[in-house]
């Protein structure tokens, strides 16, 4: 995720959002935020899409989008809690140590450079016990077909098609690398019936900032 330009891809990328709204996406970005309350960072917010479905207890929204056109849309869709829609990278996000209560990601750390930057600044964002929010297109949960299809196409031209996207991350393993406990976690393929992509692999959950920046078990509470 770097701040650039790419009209035609962020073109692509909000008409292919609204679809997958439409087919089933919108209930898990709700499920996503549900519950949250206070100052929520949002990282990588795209077109604005997670925006109308934050509760009325969230007291303010800071969302980083690197990409310009996207950011335009960011800020035309930030018409329900207060949102403030900000330039900025996942590897160096706005704000100081603790300040946020929660922060949110859907999906967007299959495309940043490094996960494990990103999960430190928003593991350094986040106050003592503030909870990050995922919903995130992930690695395979078994080893077979769909791994091997998914190391294909991430070493070929699925990530400069994109926008950067890797199909292939564990990104549940990086989360409780990065110094997070994770409390909640459900896997499911996306879309539920039909053709399955390499992107089809999906995890929902929440976790929450530890005191140290170890790595933790994985919860399935």
Same mark, same amino acid.
């Given at each position: 995720?770097?701040?650039?330009? #790419? ?17 089933? +996406? ?12 206070? #100052? ?36 035309? %869709? ?39 930057? %990103?999960?430190?600044?928003?593991? #350094? +964002? ?49 989360? %409780? ?18 053709? +399955? ?25």
């Amino acid at each position: 995720m770097t701040v650039r330009s #790419r009209p035609l891809f962020a073109r692509l990328y909000r008409r292919a959002s609204e679809v997958m709204d439409e087919h089933g +996406v919108a209930e898990h970005r709700r499920a996503a935020v549900a519950g949250l309350s206070g #100052r929520v960072i949002e990282v990588g917010a795209g077109n604005g899409r997670m925006f109308a479905h934050y509760p009325a207890t969230v007291t303010e929204v800071v969302a980083v989008e690197p990409e310009r056109h996207l950011r335009a849309a960011a800020v035309d %869709a930030a018409t329900s809690v207060p949102v403030t829609v900000v330039e900025g990278l996942a590897e160096a996000l706005p704000g100081g140590d603790g300040e946020f209560d929660a922060a949110v990601t859907a999906l967007v750390l299959c495309s940043v450079p490094s996960q494990d930057a %990103a999960l430190a600044e928003i593991r #350094r +964002v986040l106050r003592p016990g503030g909870e990050l929010r995922f919903f995130e297109h992930v690695m395979a949960p078994s080893p077979g077909a769909m791994r091997r299809v998914q190391r294909i196409v991430d070493a070929t031209l699925w990530p400069p098609l994109m926008g950067g996207c890797h199909t292939g991350r564990d990104t549940a393993a990086a989360i %409780a690398r990065a110094g997070f406990t994770i409390e909640a976690i459900s896997r499911f393929t996306f879309p539920a019936t039909g053709p +399955v992509g390499p992107a089809g692999p999906h995890i929902l959950g929440r976790a929450v900032r530890s005191a140290l920046p170890e790595a933790h078990p994985v919860r399935t509470a």
